[in-house]
């Protein structure tokens, strides 16, 4: 090998080694094996370990050869990620040129063109036109009905407008209003699609070993059709860095970043519930702490110059959504259409979300292993969203970070975004009175989108809570087509950690030297045996340092693997 090329990942085993010594239901799913193809203790390409990527690249020249040199080049994982991200969010871009107003007059049909957008109406509609201040300033207008930080973001946004030339004040021409909004937009499609750029760049780093899943972020449909409707992509972005540094075992910046997090939205608040067990199972308080203390702060720093300068309009965000009933996306919106509408919602939609979480706490207590932190994020995150007063086509770019951390398939990514899509064209019509029926009867068209779109999310719901109950099929942990395994590439200072002595499900450690019965599984959690020798059909012990990016077979027989990886 000297002599030859590098290989662009090291050969460590192949697919007739692991076919002797068995494998997992996930490599049994996604991997086509009709090849005798390597495996890797590296990050693996998709096409060597999803079934659907390689079954598409078979008609593209066919998945990348066992020698390919990919090691000295430049395009890596993350750059393909951020060039797919620009695209697909340029192509979002150009989707809503029809709805881009350029002289006074122009009314074009938002609704039936799909390219609704709350960015220059709200410029125009909630003082920042004039020149106010979001919060400290007030008129006769109402309040900006956000969280402070997307305020702050947006004020922020309005002063580079200005210095671009966007005019303002309260005695603008129509054109002049024109013109300044268009510069706003224009600058808005500049400030978000680089917070989509962070965004995926965080979710590279996230999962080390599969930096290619990004690409389910940076391709979504989803993306393009969603990211200019309003500001989400603030909180999104911050909530990702959150999760990469959580990863990077930085608790502290992680606080700040979901402080940040919820100071623009609310929703990064639901991720410190799980979070908590997760890390009192893991005995890791101190770090929850640290981490706890940092939010905390970050939080407040952002509040305090409203909150203090402006308390009634600080609270403006909250008595919005207190007072608002079933609406737009949510099932309680369709009850009310169906002429059900629920009393006590908000107790209601509390209630059960409260229980969701208590069902998550337990499942991350008493779970055979300890879950993933992407598992139990994207758990909670989805419970709100699916039991939440309003569910608008934007906020799946909450959730699609946390559906490719919890389950990074092609296959489930088509259905969550199939979904998404059903939604995101219904809700549209839905509101330009294009789906409703000749007769003048009710909607039935959008209420079916609503229903297709939460079940979509429900079945990813499903399959995570299988892969936590059930580790083998664990995509992240037992990737197809890689000899090692891994515990938990996310949970920074909870990856590899073992449960605390008080756990009563917890599995105790081997004895040193200890063997096992054949056929007998490895306990969860638990480090290898010095010396022990693997069980025949026994899965590897996932994460386990001593096993880590090593052949199966060398460790059974002491014997070093030969270059084709057999004993």
């Known amino acids: 090998m000297a002599d030859g090329p590098r290989p662009a990942i090291e050969i460590v085993d192949t697919a007739s080694a692991r076919a002797r010594r068995g494998r997992g239901p996930a490599a049994e799913a996604w991997l086509d094996e009709r090849t005798d193809g390597p495996v890797t203790g590296s990050p693996v390409p998709p096409s060597w370990s999803d079934r659907l990527v390689r079954a598409t690249s078979q008609r593209l020249g066919g998945p990348l050869g066992r020698r390919a040199d990919t090691l000295g080049s430049w395009w890596t ?51 920042l036109m004039l020149g106010n201040v979001p919060y ?51 600058v808005n499609v500049v400030v978000l699609g680089a917070l989509l750029l962070v965004t995926v760049w965080a979710q590279v780093g996230a999962v080390p070993h599969r930096p290619w899943d990004a690409l389910m972020v940076a ?3 989803c993306v393009a059709a969603t990211a200019l409707i309003n500001w989400d992509l603030l909180p999104v972005a911050l909530t990702a860095l959150g999760v990469l540094c959580w990863a990077r075992r930085r608790p502290g910046w992680a606080g700040v970043f979901w402080g940040l997090g919820m100071a623009a939205k609310l929703y990064p608040l639901f991720l410190l519930g799980p979070l908590l067990f997760l890390c009192l199972r893991a005995g890791r308080l101190r770090e929850f702490g640290r981490m706890l203390a940092a939010f905390a702060v970050a939080w407040l720093v952002m509040n305090l110059p409203a909150l203090w300068l402006a308390p009634d309009n600080w609270l403006s965000f909250w008595t919005f959504n207190s007072d608002r009933s079933g609406d737009l996306g949510s099932i309680w919106y369709v009850l009310s259409l169906a002429g059900h509408p629920v009393d006590g919602l908000n107790t209601l939609a509390l209630a059960i979300f409260g229980l969701l979480c208590v069902g998550i706490a ?15 994020l994207f758990l909670v995150v989805a419970a709100f969203l699916l039991t939440n007063k309003v569910y608008s086509p934007q906020y799946v770019l909450w959730l699609l970070p946390f559906v490719v951390l919890a389950r990074p398939v092609w296959r489930d990514w088509l259905i969550v975004t199939a979904g998404e899509l ?15 029926p000749g ?14 779109r939460m079940a979509a999310q429900l079945w990813i719901v499903a399959v995570v809570v299988r892969d936590l109950w059930r580790p083998e099929h664990d995509v992240v942990r037992h990737p197809p087509g890689v000899t090692r395994s891994f515990d938990d590439p996310t949970g920074g200072v909870l990856d590899q950690a073992p449960d605390v002595d008080w756990l009563p499900l917890r599995r105790a450690p081997l004895t040193p030297g200890a063997s096992l019965p054949t056929g007998a599984p490895l306990p969860t959690g638990a480090p290898l ?15 386990d340092p001593a096993t880590a990016g090593a052949p199966a077979t060398a460790g059974a027989t002491g014997d070093p693997p030969d270059r084709d990886g057999h004993a």
Do not use: N
Not at 422 to 433: E, P, T
Not at 529 to 543: K, V
């Open 422 to 436: 059903v939604y995101f064209g219904a809700i549209w019509w839905h509101l330009g009175g294009l789906l409703a």
């Open 529 to 543: 045996p010095t010396g022990a020798p693997l069980p025949t059909g026994a899965p590897l012990p996932t994460g």
């Open 362 to 376: 337990a499942l991350i207590l008493v779970a055979p292993r300890r879950p993933r932190l992407g598992q139990v």
């Open 77 to 127: 994982a993350g750059r393909w990620a951020l060039l797919t991200a620009t695209v697909v969010y340029l192509l979002g871009v150009l989707v809503r040129l029809p709805c881009r107003i350029t002289e006074a007059g122009q009314s074009p049909d938002s609704f039936r063109w799909m390219c609704y957008s709350d960015i220059g109406i709200l410029y125009q509609l909630r003082g």
């Open 136 to 186: 400290l300033d007030s008129g006769s207008y109402p309040v900006l009905e956000y969280p402070v930080l997307t305020g702050w973001f947006l004020q922020l946004e309005r002063v580079i407008s200005s210095a671009l030339g966007a005019p303002t004040g309260s005695q603008l021409t129509a054109q002049q209003q024109v013109d300044s909004t268009l510069i706003f937009t224009d």
């Open 439 to 452: 007769s003048d009867g009710p909607d039935k068209v959008y209420w079916l989108a609503v229903i297709v």
């Open 219 to 221: 391709a979504s449909p």
